[in-house]
């Protein structure tokens, strides 16, 4: 069974902070991505990953950068968190592209800026 | 910018009841995916169609793909309280990475 794992479950930091989200895959899938989930817009891509070292940015990727340095990792940073990058962040991995490809997703990680 | 709207935002229905969940867009998609979120952990796939006018059933589960891949539809029929959760569908294009995903919908099977 593919497994997604995050960090943290619940994470609270200040405001200006630098925030990092760790997120392990062990499906050794090509691709992992970054969302955040709000209540009524659903999940937004903040970036995306489809090799080692590779990024490209998504829909909402102001404010945050990444890093996959291993195949299996892949990190968000919050370069200066601040409150409205208060939300849940989800991590997810997929396989090669294609129109049946399956997203696992990770559990979740709530963040609380204050 | 690609846009999928849910319909209904929150549902709350009794034990047995049938529902019926909207998932609308104005672009096409090459696929489209119905998640199930539970609290506390990430969504899950539950099915992917590709085809215009094709229909799934999983279980009690039916989901369909519009005719013109723009909007599709998911209907559970005798409700149990392990239905509970967050229903999202999600667009895909072909050739690219990105899903879409739309608002979603709380639904609550009340026992």
């Known amino acids: 069974d593919v497994k997604v794992t995050q960090s943290s479950r619940y994470l609270v930091k200040r405001t200006g902070e630098k925030v990092f989200l760790e997120c392990v895959q062990d499906?050794?899938?090509?691709?992992m991505f970054w969302y955040r989930q709000d209540p009524g817009l659903g999940l937004r891509l903040i970036y995306f990953s489809y090799d080692v070292k590779m990024k490209e940015k998504g829909d909402i990727p102001e404010g945050y950068s990444v890093s996959r340095e291993k195949k299996e990792r892949f990190s968000l940073i919050l370069e200066s968190a601040s409150t409205n990058q208060t939300s849940m962040y989800l991590c997810a991995s997929s396989p090669l592209m294609g129109l049946y490809v399956k997203q696992y997703f990770g559990p979740g990680t709530r963040l609380t800026v204050t | 910018t690609q846009l999928l709207e849910q319909s209904p935002q929150f549902l709350s229905i009794q034990e047995g009841e049938n529902l019926t969940v909207y998932c609308n867009s104005s672009?096409?998609?090459?696929?489209l995916q119905w998640y199930r979120q539970e609290p506390g952990e990430g969504p899950v796939l539950l099915v992917t169609v590709v085809t215009g006018g094709e229909v799934k059933k999983l279980k009690r589960l039916t989901f369909q793909f519009g005719d013109a891949r723009k909007d599709s539809s998911l209907h559970i029929t005798a409700a149990q309280p392990g239905d509970t959760g967050l229903y999202l569908c999600?667009?895909?294009?072909?050739?690219?990475?990105?899903?879409?995903f739309g608002t979603g919908t709380r639904l609550k099977v009340l026992a």
């Open positions: 499906m050794d899938h090509e691709n």
């Open positions: 672009s096409v998609f090459s696929s």
């Open positions: 999600a667009g895909g294009t072909s050739g690219t990475y990105k899903y879409i």
